[in-house]
DNA sequence: GGCATCAATGTGAGCGCTCACCCCGATGGC
DNA sequence: GCCATCGGGGTGAGCGCTCACATTGATGCC
């Protein structure tokens, strides 16, 4: 810096106040020393920058570890909305939910200097440990659990699972099909209990048992072959596109149709479920929206405002799976 | 620090050299300065580290903003072998393609004082974006590239693209079927053109001309439409997973029957191939391996040495799509 | 016993930047 | 003509850490 000061003719704090675009340096000034960094190809140390401001302009993201399409869809719109405010995104995944990984990736942001951490981390788990550990800058939780413990700091925004998931059983009724059973992710997951609670809103206190499952098609297959078997629903809603996925494949092996059958659903919105046999109607999540609603929350706890908990409605594709044929 | 040091007796320079394990401290003097950094909850400040060591212990990652199968697990699979060697990984997501946005975000890490860079960058645009910009720390293009520019600190790392297309292609020649087409990714993404060329090996000079399309499910489908209205060959390798997916369901739609009336494979083994309609013969990446040999490669280039280019192999995985029924 | 050696620890400087504060000269109001 | 004001810019301290070097006492060897 004091290299790019003496080339432009000025002292080191003028160069700083170009850096920083201050309002009281003169356009003529200003250039001169923008030509200077030009040309001396220049660029400003960072790490002493937030040595001396505190602020790193960093965000720390926590994530599973897999390439779960909710999960990394997440990351990637957190990703665009931090940027946009000028943040750099920095990333820690972690392998299993309990608190002793999370209390790691913490102290690991925490010892960083990041200037506020977004969880996708979707346990319940995981929200008692991050509620544990007293943080000295803004947590966001991505989820859209109900039940997130009240402590300071910690925030939530998530897609309104329970209204994806309502959406979703309505539209089987609405088609005309009485028996809708859901295939329920892991219970705890806050998505897999909100895809529940959906759904069981709208089946009423007359509703089948659940079928709790994983996230993954295998889950969904061995599922399937077991309905095959024991005997088909009308309709069914699966907790993610994956375990629809699995369904479908089952079903195919077994002879059962789609949708002749039974009808089904899922939910994500998956790259390729418009490409299912047949294609899967689901509820799409917007996580652009997503990612900029949890990067503004991070934004209003620094200016010290206290941010309600927000949620984003979720959107139902309808495709082939769930219309039954003319 | 200073307040470790006084809790501690000692002095600050002490505490840093128990913070940095090194050897010559009596154990029960660390113990002394553990339990005074236990009891004041004190956090070593990593900008000041970097600041006079020049060393920030984090590796900038730059990938395409999409939540694709291939890109979301090469960045898992860094991030997974980056914090094995104790680094933090900073995400930069890019848009487009062009010098200008490589341009961006290389400034972006450097002026970060990233200690390596890695690039999940495919296309041939980007690489020689890259080679333009001369960078005081080493960078690896997770490619495999066979061209890549020879530039200094410009290394390469990647899964054997062409190695997995002459497996998928051989396969069905072993098969008995003797027409395989190839759908081609886009020509500018360096998987895509290796794959090509992977075919085009196996196949000979009597192969018929290839398709290119895009990545997309969509684009597997309407050729998929296209190729059942004009004329329908006995087998094609599809250049990824969606593209395949796109295939059967454009077949399944038409009544051609996959593997009956043509056999299928695809590329990447996404999550959930294992249950499409049928089932579909893929090859396999080893993402894990690939982040690792990448964190190698930067490792190597701090040490000095010359990093050879290095290729994972690919792996065939067999199932229905492609195998014809007795 | 004297000296080299080494383990264990302390001292001071400085990494590159921003912040608070100071300084200078031009302007304007009375 | 005098002083308050303000735009434009300079000065020095210090953020929290590590590095190079200094210091001390214990040990070993002749």
Redesign the interface.
């Known amino acids: 810096m004091s290299d790019v000061a003496a080339l432009a003719g000025v002292s080191h704090q003028t160069v700083s106040r170009v850096l920083n675009g201050h309002p009281s340096v003169r356009p003529e000034t200003r250039e001169r020393v923008a030509e200077a960094i030009a040309q001396l190809g220049y660029?400003?140390?960072?790490?002493?920058r937030?040595?001396v401001t505190r602020r790193?302009g960093?965000l720390g993201v926590v994530t599973p570890?897999?390439?779960?399409?909710g999960p990394?869809?997440t990351?990637?719109g957190l990703?665009?909305a931090a940027?946009v405010v000028g943040w750099?995104?920095?990333?820690?995944?972690i392998r299993q939910f309990d608190g002793d990984s999370m209390h790691n990736a913490l102290?690991?942001f925490?010892?960083?200097?990041v200037d506020g951490i977004a969880i996708i981390a979707p346990t319940t788990e995981v929200a008692q440990a991050i509620a544990a550990i007293a943080s000295p800058v803004p947590v966001v939780l991505i989820s859209s659990a109900s039940d997130v413990p009240p402590v300071p700091h910690l925030h939530a925004v998530g897609v309104d699972q329970r209204h994806g998931a309502r959406l979703a059983t309505q539209h089987l009724l609405d088609q005309g099909f009485s028996e809708v059973v859901h295939v329920a992710g892991p219970q705890d997951w806050f998505d897999a209990q909100d895809r529940l609670a959906g759904w069981r809103e709208v089946c009423g206190p007359g509703a089948p048992e659940h079928i709790e499952a994983g996230w993954?098609?295998?889950d969904?297959?061995e599922l399937g072959l077991r309905i095959a078997r024991e005997g088909v629903p009308s309709a069914i809603f699966a907790a993610n596109d994956?375990l629809a996925?699995?369904l479908?494949?089952a079903f195919?092996e077994k002879g059962v149709r789609v949708p002749d059958d039974v009808a089904i659903v899922g939910f994500d919105d998956e790259?390729?479920a418009?490409?299912?046999?047949?294609?899967l109607t689901t509820v799409r999540q917007d996580f652009g929206a997503l990612g900029r609603l949890a990067v503004d929350s991070l934004q209003a706890a620094f200016a010290g405002k206290d941010v309600a908990r927000q949620q984003i409605p979720a959107e139902l594709v309808v495709r082939a799976s769930s219309v039954r044929r003319a």
């Open positions: 660029r400003r140390n960072s790490a002493a937030t040595l790193s960093t570890a897999t390439a779960l399409y990394t869809s990351l990637v990703e665009e940027r750099f995104v920095s990333v820690a995944t102290e690991h925490l010892g960083q200097g993954d098609a295998a969904g297959y994956q996925l699995g479908l494949h195919w790259v390729g418009a490409h299912y046999t047949p294609p």
